[in-house]
């Protein structure tokens, strides 16, 4: 059973940075290209961004271009998103996600949530002005 493990969350103040991560189990990782989403209140959840089954290629919502960075360790089974520059726009729970299938269909991860197979349980991530 695919299990998805968010942590790093908080609040911070405008400008500030956090990072998540995200633990991954019960699958074959370095099969999956793997994805962030976010989901603020009273709204939809939106993609955040990517990364490619090998870790090289990653691709960003344009919100978030220039600010936030995915990466993904394969020995730790991990992917984490680095988030600099915070807005309180970016004030939102934030969603570790796998694809429904392996990169042989999903080559950079999930891009809408049509594409998701499982989602980890989310981390709150506030940003005050």
């Known amino acids: 059973q695919v299990q998805l493990v968010e942590s790093g969350g908080g609040s911070v103040q405008a400008g500030g940075s956090l990072r998540l991560s995200c633990a991954a189990s019960?699958?074959?990782?370095?099969?999956?290209?793997m994805g962030w989403f976010r989901q603020a209140s009273g709204k939809e959840r939106e993609f955040v961004a990517g990364?490619?089954?090998?870790?090289?290629?990653?691709i960003y919502g344009d919100s978030v271009k220039g600010r936030f960075t995915i990466s993904r360790d394969g020995a730790k089974n991990s992917i984490y998103l680095q988030m600099n520059s915070l807005k309180p726009d970016d004030t939102a729970v934030y969603y570790c996600?796998?694809?429904?299938?392996?990169?042989?269909?999903?080559?950079?991860?999930?891009?809408?949530?049509?594409?998701?197979?499982?989602w980890g349980q989310g981390t709150q991530v506030t940003v005050s002005s």
């Open positions: 996600a796998k694809p429904r299938d392996t990169y042989h269909f999903y080559p950079g991860g999930p891009r809408r949530e049509s594409d998701v197979g499982s």
């Open positions: 019960g699958l074959t990782f370095s099969n999956y290209g």
């Open positions: 990364i490619s089954w090998n870790g090289v290629g990653t």
